[in-house]
């Protein structure tokens, strides 16, 4: 829906700085009737997208452009002197509609600041000012298609500075970080903590104990073509690590030959900060030859998963990553358990599964209760289907659903970097479970003894977490209000960067690191606002906290508390989270689409009193 709008405008502002350009030669009436038709039809889109999209979106695109493709217009009908103004308007529309153009496509990409304000209202009055006194001064000695040439070098001109200067920011060093309190109390204190003292506990504790070894091995993928893969113990995925609820589990990681070095992070477990894997926050690097140990305790139980956050794009997509489970200390039903991930983008781009504890089972015996743990390993959001029972969802990134109940015939949007268990018990015929983009079908369990076929139909509605299963108390108290309130608005820049023209993902218009950091005191209340105005998913994940979900696009969510680290916003979409500031620590917040990651769309979460004896941004 929004892509429509946004592609349906910017469509609609070429079709009107075209019928400008041509309307400069040839100023016939039915040019100046299409062009208000344009106009029209623009003004009208944005009047639909105020009401189906929020206004949020349009105060920043059409809000800001309205004056600047409007103006043509009104000078147009109010200055009726043909001989000078006349010209001069047209040529004043041929450039401000280019401009308007530009201002979409380069250079409104969060909030509007001053800078931006002066470019989309002061600026059109500038070059009007500026065209009158040349056509006042130079008018007879200039040919009319000066002015168009001019005009569309210019804004040639200015797309390849903002090129150039976009990827700037991402290769900026030791800048003075700047903090955003979110309208709450600043408090700069000196920060005292030191990260590497925020640790688990100590080595005497440890109940469970792992070696990881992370190093190259060459290996068939799911579409049977022979790849080097980056694995920890040489397995795809990662040795699984399960452990009971209080368990301390402790990880002793190796690096052998990954030359960029590896780190391991927690995905969606809140660990104490030294101890989340987060290079150049919270620890260097393991270079090649060298060993780190995690230790931390198991103290919440569910689905979670350990990847490589060095380089993340490139190193969760050639298999550094794994499994890890958390048991309750007390189990509530027997259950067969098959754990698994849709696989990340090197190993497979077709949506495979990939088993995360051994085998998946072939045959199950009907009656028996299964729960399937699936996490997303991939960039992009991933439609999952089961066909041939019904079902239920018992937990979201771990977190337990209260009174799920009943689904079928809906299908699953599991965003990159969440994780859903799925329950079911066993039909006396076959379950199938796939990717809406695997051709080979998924995994198939038969009821034992026979063969059926599972229907391989996808249906066509979507799991909604915001109204699934029963509302419930949660720790989480806002009857108080929040102390912080931070707004975060996704959109992308294009720039040259690596050699080559680029979208970087912005978040508040700003690249990492130079985004202000979002700063909090511990026990803070803190609600952030997600507003994806760009074109792409987004799937935010925040470490260290569980955020719980708000509303979606306005609406107030109405079933069992949504407890997510790892939100998907989909372009167009609102949402708004709450979380409790009780992790200490300097925390990244980014986009777990890893290729964004990289491109820009990091930040981080500051408690005031910390700071890191490292270099202070990853290079991730
Ligand atoms: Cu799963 Cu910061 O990552
Ligand atoms: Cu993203």
């Excluded at 976009?166 to 920060?191: I, S």
């Excluded at 987060?278 to 990847?307: C, L, M, N």
């Excluded at 720790?475 to 294009?494: C, E, I, N, P, W």
Aim: hydrophobic share 40%; charged share 15%; aromatic share 12%.
């Amino acid at each position: 829906m929004y892509m429509m709008f946004f592609g349906s405008s910017v469509l609609l502002l070429i079709g009107m700085a075209v019928l400008w350009s041509v309307f400069l030669f040839r100023g016939r009436r039915w040019l100046t009737l299409l062009n208000i038709f344009f106009l029209l039809a623009w003004l009208g889109l944005a009047l639909v997208a105020t009401w189906s999209i929020g206004w949020e979106f349009i105060r920043q695109i059409f809000g800001m452009l309205a004056p600047m493709v409007v103006s043509p217009f009104i000078l147009l009908v109010t200055v009726r002197d043909r001989s000078v103004w006349g010209q001069l308007v047209k040529r004043y529309a041929v450039f401000v509609s280019w401009f308007a153009v530009y201002m979409i496509t380069f250079q409104i990409p969060a909030f509007p600041d001053g800078w931006t304000y002066f470019e989309c209202f002061g600026l059109p009055i500038l070059v009007f000012i500026l065209l009158y006194a040349w056509d006042k001064w130079f008018g007879r000695r200039f040919y009319r298609h000066w002015i168009v040439i001019g005009s569309v070098l210019m804004i040639l001109g200015f797309i390849f500075i903002s090129l150039l200067w976009n990827a700037k920011a991402m290769q900026d060093e030791g800048h003075a970080m700047q903090g955003n309190w979110g309208g709450g109390k600043v408090t700069t204190v000196k920060p005292s903590v030191d990260v590497t003292t925020l640790t688990g506990p100590d080595a005497t504790a440890v109940t469970k104990q792992y070696d990881f070894t992370a190093a190259k091995k060459n290996m068939s993928v799911p579409d049977g073509s022979e790849k080097e893969l980056w694995l920890f113990n040489g397995q795809l995925t990662g040795p699984a690590i399960r452990v009971t609820q209080g368990d301390v589990v402790e990880v002793t990681l190796t690096n052998k030959n990954i030359e960029d070095g590896i780190t391991i992070h927690w995905h969606g477990y809140d660990v104490p900060n030294a101890e989340d894997g987060v290079p150049d926050i919270s620890q260097k690097v393991v270079a090649v030859g060298e060993s780190y140990t995690y230790r931390f305790t198991a103290d919440t139980a569910g689905t979670f998963w350990y990847h490589s956050h060095n380089q993340s794009s490139e190193q969760v997509g050639h298999g550094l990553f794994g499994s890890f489970i958390v048991e309750p200390k007390k189990q509530v039903k027997e259950e067969l358990e098959i754990v698994g991930f849709v696989a990340p983008k090197y190993v497979d781009s077709s949506g495979a599964l990939l088993p995360a504890n051994g085998k998946v089972p072939k045959n199950i015996k009907p009656g028996t209760n299964v729960r399937i743990r699936l996490g997303n390993a991939h960039n992009k959001p991933q439609k999952l289907i089961l066909n041939g029972t019904t079902f239920q969802i018992a937990a979201i990134d771990g977190n337990l659903i209260h009174k799920p109940t009943d689904l079928k015939e809906t299908y699953l949007q599991i965003p990159a970097g969440g994780r859903m268990d799925i329950t079911f018990t066993m039909p006396n015929h076959a379950v199938c479970l796939f990717d809406a983009k695997d051709a080979t079908g998924g995994w198939v369990f038969q009821s034992t003894g026979e063969n059926t076929k599972a229907s391989t139909e996808i249906p066509d509605n979507v799991f909604k977490p915001e109204k699934y299963g029963e509302k419930q108390a949660t720790t989480l108290d806002a009857s108080d209000g929040f102390d912080r309130l931070f707004t975060m608005v996704f959109d992308s820049k294009l720039a040259f960067f690596d050699g080559m023209v680029h979208h970087l993902w912005t978040i508040n218009g700003e690249l990492y690191p130079n985004t202000p950091m979002l700063m909090v005191n511990e026990g803070d209340l803190v609600k952030t606002t997600f507003v994806n105005r760009s074109y792409s998913h987004h799937p935010m994940h925040l470490h260290g906290h569980k955020m719980l979900v708000l509303t979606r696009n306005g609406a107030a969510t109405t079933g069992s508390p949504w407890w997510t680290d790892t939100l998907n916003v989909k372009p167009g979409e609102t949402y708004e989270v709450a979380f409790k500031a009780d992790n200490p620590g300097i925390w990244m917040d980014h986009c777990h689409n890893l290729d964004h990651a990289t491109n820009g769309m990091m930040m981080h979460l500051q408690y005031n009193n910390v700071y890191t004896p490292f270099s202070g941004h990853t290079h991730e």
